[in-house]
């Protein structure tokens, strides 16, 4: 198996400071080579949204490097899940903490594949969503915990509205800002030659999912030059229509 990932990021037009943040790691392990792929965008509303993004992936990439090659001696998925989850809750204390400590508010969303073999896991917290882009259809594979999402899915609101509702942007959990949180995990089968795509919401706003399709779909996006030029041209796509909002996407795939 063999395993692609690109990722690209841009301030914007209106934001001082780009408060996302990516992670890519790959690694041989005695069970095959693994994968870590995360986008966190840090809550544009807060103070210091950039460093609660950091310290989330910071944490996953020193698991990734530190704790990931002893645990592949014993893997399993199940036990992966549950840890992934007490190292979210971890995060969402550490910054609640530290929020208190420096009178702040800062938050973050967090969602990312873990993959090892032709096995994946996600984990998502926040409106930062996972696609899964094959030949055939883009499919989200994540539900934004996110006021107008919830709203949408209760049918209160037509899906339109949503994307014009000045409270798009309001969450229901974030690491940093909730109580506590609830990831959701999911485990899958990789498919193979389909591009999963992670990005921020200041890159999904203002693109239909056609134009995500056309541009990333496999025939169009099958090696790191090809993805990283068409994420690009979304990317400036949407400055062109005036996103307010930092704007980051991520590609990954698995190949035989």
């Not at 893997?75 to 609640?96: C, F, P």
């Not at 509702?165 to 389909?194: T, W, Y």
Request: hydrophobic share 40%.
């Amino acid at each position: 198996m063999k395993y692609t990932a690109v990722a690209d990021t841009d301030i914007g037009t209106h934001k001082a400071v780009n408060q996302d943040s990516t992670c890519i790691k790959l690694a041989e392990t005695p069970i095959g080579i693994a994968a870590l792929v995360m986008v966190c965008d840090g809550m544009g509303g807060l103070d210091s949204g950039e460093l609660a993004s950091a310290e989330a992936v910071n944490t996953f990439s020193d698991w990734f490097d530190n704790e990931l090659p002893y645990e592949t001696e014993n893997w399993n998925w199940n036990r992966a899940a549950v840890k992934t989850i007490e190292r979210l809750e971890k995060i969402n204390e550490k910054l609640i903490v530290y929020g208190k400590q420096n009178n702040i508010k800062l938050g973050t969303t967090a969602s990312g594949i873990l993959a090892i073999g032709k096995k994946y896991l996600t984990f998502h917290v926040g409106d930062t969503r996972i696609y899964k882009v094959n030949n055939d259809e883009l499919s989200v594979l994540t539900e934004d915990h996110s006021f107008v999402y919830r709203e949408v899915k209760m049918r209160r609101m037509t899906v339109e509205e949503a994307r014009l509702d000045p409270r798009r942007n309001a969450l229901l959990q974030c690491l940093g800002a909730s109580g506590g949180v609830n990831p959701d995990i999911k485990l899958g089968n990789l498919e193979v030659g389909a591009n999963y795509m992670i990005c921020s919401d200041g890159f999904r706003h203002v693109l239909s999912p056609k134009e995500i399709f056309t541009k990333l779909n496999p025939s169009a996006a099958c090696n790191d030059a090809e993805i990283k030029g068409n994420i690009r041209d979304l990317i400036e796509t949407v400055k062109l229509r005036h996103e307010r909002d930092n704007i980051t996407a991520l590609v990954f795939r698995a190949d035989l």
